[in-house]
T-cell receptor, first 114, second 115 residues
Framework: DGGITQSPKYLFRKEGQNVTLSCEQN?????MYWYRQDPGQGLRLIYY???????QKGDIAEGYSVSREKKESFPLTVTSAQKNPTAFYLC?????????????FGQGTRLTVV | AQSVTQLDSHVSVSEGTPVLLRCNYS??????LFWYVQHPNKGLQLLLK??????LVKGINGFEAEFKKSETSFHLTKPSAHMSDAAEYFC?????????????FGTGTQLKVEL
């Protein structure tokens, strides 16, 4: 089936550790996105990419890094520099045009710092 | 700049009564607008989208939204709420930036449906 797969579903991290969240899509979409979700704040954009080997910072990129070595994959690394990483992380993908095309979302990864 | 404002953080209705979730947008030109629904600990599912072909947009599960340019609104409605509609709803605008285009989300409206 076509879709977006995020793994793992739950992730626990010790303070000071880097962790990487996986996002894979088989929809042949050019654009991929990472969002962070906190209660009452909606979804905030961390990074997005529109083409392989290129990505842009979103609104809250500090403490995060990404790579886009393959069209299908857009992993997110939460570094030790991220002060408050406990959150629900959502990955999405879409085609670039037309503008009224929707994005498709994965099922999310819940990251907890212990 | 484009953004969306969801006017209610929580809405509570009785089963069988109408639902109204409000969204206003700011845009300098014709926006691309969407409504998504999220059930607890799940990803987001598209309910409907505005394509400029019609101002009244029909979506899944009986939901509709009306695009009103004069009021810069895109409110989501449903004639009769069902228990399974209890979820969080997001109004979203897609906007062009220097680096391409991205989705900007409202802060969400939590819908509670009571018996």
């Amino acid at each position: 089936d076509g879709g977006i797969t995020q793994s793992p579903k739950y992730l626990f991290r010790k303070e000071g550790q880097n962790v990487t969240l996986s996002c894979e899509q088989n929809l042949n979409h050019d654009a991929m996105y990472w969002y962070r979700q906190d209660p009452g704040q909606g979804l905030r954009l961390i990074y997005y990419s529109q083409i392989v080997n290129d990505f842009q910072k979103g609104d809250i990129a500090e403490g995060y890094s990404v790579s886009r070595e393959k069209k299908e994959s857009f992993p997110l690394t939460v570094t030790s520099a991220q002060k408050n990483p406990t959150a629900f992380y959502l990955c999405a993908s879409s085609i670039l045009k037309p503008m009224n095309t929707e994005a498709f979302f994965g099922q999310g990864t819940r990251l907890t710092v212990v | 700049a484009q953004s969306v404002t969801q006017l209610d953080s929580h809405v509570s209705v009785s089963e069988g009564t109408p639902v109204l979730l409000r969204c206003n947008y700011s845009s300098s030109y014709s926006p691309s607008l969407f409504w998504y629904v999220q059930h607890p600990n799940k990803g987001l599912q598209l309910l409907l989208k505005y394509t400029s072909a019609a101002t009244l947009v029909k979506g899944i599960n009986g939901f509709e939204a009306e695009f009103k340019k004069s009021e810069t609104s895109f409110h989501l409605t449903k004639p009769s709420a069902h228990m399974s509609d209890a979820a969080e709803y997001f109004c979203v605008v897609r906007k062009l930036t220097g680096g391409g285009n991205k989705l900007t989300f409202g802060t969400g409206t939590q819908l509670k449906v009571e018996l």
